[in-house]
């Protein structure tokens, strides 16, 4: 509500003074929240940056409601922010809606690429490649031959997810067990690190000594009990090896803070239209820094790498679950 | 499934009834005395993220848990205030505190740590390290026994048996002692008490204020216990299960702790199978989720029983002139 309040008075603010002053961009945060560690704390991190470095300011919003994403991006296009960039795939039908009635307002939409509108920069992420590559690692640092993969919200791009995550584990260990549960089917499935635990608990009792988590803030407690419980996870998104050194095995990359200060810092001329990020453009990869030094070995590193330019070379394919809505190497 | 799998599952219902029986008790309370509180999730909320913040800061996880409870004791005091002083409407009241909880944990939150509405990760003495019963390793390996005892009896936070404890003191306040039948009465006829020259309001504010203790104990538990810290919104509903297991319930201390255990065994059944298959016909795990509320609705419907409230529920006391 006082969210609101001020949402409504800096729109009204702006209006005084709108016409002279230079756009700013503005970001669009998904219910997630700014500082969910992850897909949209990356985000925050790439408009920082380019705050930081240009001196530039932006306007942002974190959204708390799904009636809330067509009004915000309304109002930001109003108040003449340009480039209106937005995260999440939830934002693609109010934006399809809202896009047209700007046309001199270009719109930055993360993790949309199915729109049909002129003004829209729609970049999309291979995360089945790089879910792939820590699929791999999973397979090989597991030693009871059981990985496991915990998805926040039950929707098409998570198990695109688990899909890649399922691909590589297989490609390294034929006969390995994946054990997969989504949290919830509604948006605060990004949010329950106590149902996280759980589903940690039982993938443990079920063999699981890897476990990846493709799912916002339920996450931090699948990571906590990973970590409590003595056995290995993947991050998402950030950098989350951090966040319990020596027991977080890698993290899967999604470079958003690259999209985001990238549309940021090209402002007003942002190019428009459809860009997939993949290994090759590096929106996606691994994370390997001190705290996971010990953790992944040279072997380990040797088979990603070689993985990894494979499939930018094209020779290896990871299949996308979108294809045809389903997994070769999952059921779900 | 097998033996191990079955006490693996009752293991999680253990943990995750938890937190739904400390809050349905506390709402029994409340209710009994004839205040409706739908700011249970609200208090648990507001729990938790004090007792992180203060187990965060202090490394005591013994003082987070009081200020847990004191937080959780201030909103339900501003509900006893609302509702029973001021005499205003006890739902608009509970709708209040958990919007208040709701924005007010997280703005604190972000004021104090700078992580985002979170509190630093909890370690060591700032979190409920899990009990060991005694013996609990001596007799593991004595079959059927030995994993009941050492799996799903031992091994729990000491709030966990705290919260069981408290399902027959609940039981012995309420029926056995005075305060608990005049605490009874209060909530059914409060005309009648007041005539017995008992005080209404400070009944009220009694049961209001035991309420606030028990939602304070589950708040802390998720955020201290099961999670090592607070994240936004991390009560998920819980409280408004607890209140439907308070319903399926009947307002009866025990019947609370088997509508809990039962809502908490669902829950853990579809954390462990996402989609259960039962001779051709496949369960999906959503359906598995929305059965306490359907079972609540069902009950409410009166198939199964009726579920009669505290008469004087949900109306302020106003004593004739």
Known sequence: ????????????????????????????????????????????????????????????????????????????????????????????????????????????????????????????????????????????????????????????????????????????????????????????????????????????????DVIYAAAGGTGVGVLQTAADEGILSIGVDSNQNHLHPGKVLTSMLKRVDVAVYDAMKAGEAVETGVFVLGLAEEGVGYALDENNASLVSAEMQAMVDEARAKIISGELEVAAYYTNDSCPALDF | MDFLTVIQVLDSTVRLATPLLLACLAGLFSERAGIFDIGLEGKMLAAAFFSAAVAAVSGSVWLGLLAGIAASMVLSGLHGLASITFRGNQLISGVAINFLAAGLTVLIAQDWFSQGGRTPSLMGGARFAPITLPFADAV???????????????????????????????????????????????????????????SVVGLRFAAVAICGVLCGIAGAYLATALQAGFVKDMTAGRGFIALAALIFAKWRPWHALYACLLFGFLQAIALRYQNIDLGGIVIPVQAMDALPYILTVVILAGFVGKAIPPRAGGEPYVKER
């Open chain 1, 1 to 208: 509500m006082t969210l609101m309040t001020k949402l409504l008075g800096a729109a009204a603010g702006l209006a005084l003074s709108a016409g002279a002053a230079l756009a700013e961009p503005a970001l669009i945060f998904d219910l997630g929240g700014k500082f969910d560690k992850s897909f949209n704390e990356a985000a925050h991190n790439g408009a920082q940056r380019w705050a930081d470095e240009t001196g530039g300011t932006y306007r942002e919003i974190e959204l708390q409601s799904e009636a809330q994403r067509e009004q915000a991006l309304r109002r930001f296009a109003e108040a003449g922010a340009n480039p209106v960039i937005t995260m999440g795939f939830a934002m693609a039908d109010p934006l399809s809606a809202v896009a047209p009635d700007y046309p001199d307002t270009k719109f930055v939409a993360i993790d949309v690429t199915w729109l049909d509108a002129p003004n829209i920069r729609q970049i999309g992420f291979a995360e089945h490649e790089g879910s792939y590559l820590v699929g791999m690692m999973a397979a090989m640092a597991s030693e009871s031959d059981t990985v496991g993969f915990i998805g926040g919200m039950d929707i098409p791009l998570i198990r695109h997810f688990g899909c890649g995550y399922a691909q590589g584990v297989k490609a390294v260990n034929p006969d390995a067990t994946i054990v997969a549960n989504m949290t919830g089917t509604t948006p605060s499935a990004w949010n329950d690190p106590v149902k996280g635990s759980e589903l940690t608990k039982s993938q443990i009792s079920q063999g699981a």
């Open chain 2, 140 to 198: 593991a390996k004595v079959p059927v026994i030995g994993p009941i005892y050492s799996e799903l009896l031992s091994g729990h936070s000491v709030l966990v048996y705290i919260a069981f404890l408290a399902v027959p003191a609940t039981w012995w306040i309420l029926f056995r002692t005075r305060f608990g039948l005049r605490l009874r009465a209060v909530g059914e006829n409060p005309a009648a008490v007041d005539t017995a020259g008992v």
